[in-house]
């Protein structure tokens, strides 16, 4: 690997640690604020914004309270960050316009986890946390998906190429046919000088037949005497 790629790598591990320990102090913060408002009651809780002059203090201490506690375990496990982040900083605003935060949390604490949660929001989760993990299972399920679909792509493709054609065996043996010799043939010639024709009953001395009769020999001539 080379230094340039080094140095990308170790930038990469130190945002991902940095995302990871902002979001465990700034979570861990909002659930323990968030927990000590359930342990105290909503109507305690209630009473206490209605003391800071809140409107609606029952429903806005359950708004802040489960706000807080939800927001601030997404924030540590790292789950729907941007979203989290979004909305703690909207709780931390609205607490900073229409009341005081209660105590433990300070004006000044408010508005640093305010300002940490807009962070995480834009800056995301970094790469140890359930976001990063759907996110590379999702990629990971969108290429198996892209694979398979390339590749029906390619037998369709290769189907219009080259159609499909029976397989000829590999080991075939040929016909009988074709090993027989169809070359032609010299008829063997007759010994003797004569030509290739037979020989022929006919052309040999002796009687022949004539329209199904022996024909007689020819006589010769007698010598005359005279």
């Known amino acids: 690997m080379s230094r340039s790629g080094q140095t990308t790598t170790v930038k990469q591990v130190l945002r991902d640690l940095a995302a990871l320990v902002a979001r ?39 708004v802040t309270m489960l706000a807080e506690l939800i927001g601030g375990a997404l924030l540590i496990a790292g789950l729907a960050v941007s979203a989290t982040g979004l909305i ?23 508005i640093l986890l305010g ?3 807009l962070l995480l929001a834009v800056v995301g989760a970094g790469r140890v946390s359930v976001d990063h993990m759907v996110v590379i299972r999702r990629r990971e399920s969108a290429a198996a998906d892209e694979f398979a679909a390339d590749t029906e792509a390619d037998q369709v493709i290769a189907s219009l ?15 009988a046919s074709a090993t027989e010799d169809t070359a032609p043939r010299q008829r063997p010639r007759a010994q003797g ?30 010598p005359s005497t005279d």
């Open 161 to 175: 190429r080259d159609p499909d054609k029976p397989a000829a065996p590999a080991a075939e043996e040929p016909p």
């Open 88 to 110: 703690l900083f909207a709780e931390a605003l609205a607490v900073f316009l229409v009341a005081p935060p209660l105590n433990p949390i300070s004006m000044n604490e408010l």
């Open 24 to 62: 465990v102090g700034v979570g861990g913060i909002f659930f323990a604020n968030g927990w000590t408002k359930l342990e105290d009651g909503l109507k305690v809780t209630g009473a206490k914004f209605f003391e800071q002059g809140a409107p609606a203090p029952g429903a806005w201490a359950t």
């Open 115 to 117: 300002a940490a949660s």
């Open 193 to 222: 000088g004569e030509s290739g024709r037979a020989e022929d009953p006919a052309s040999a001395p002796g009687d022949t037949l004539v329209a199904g009769r022996k024909k007689p020999p020819a006589r010769g001539r007698r």
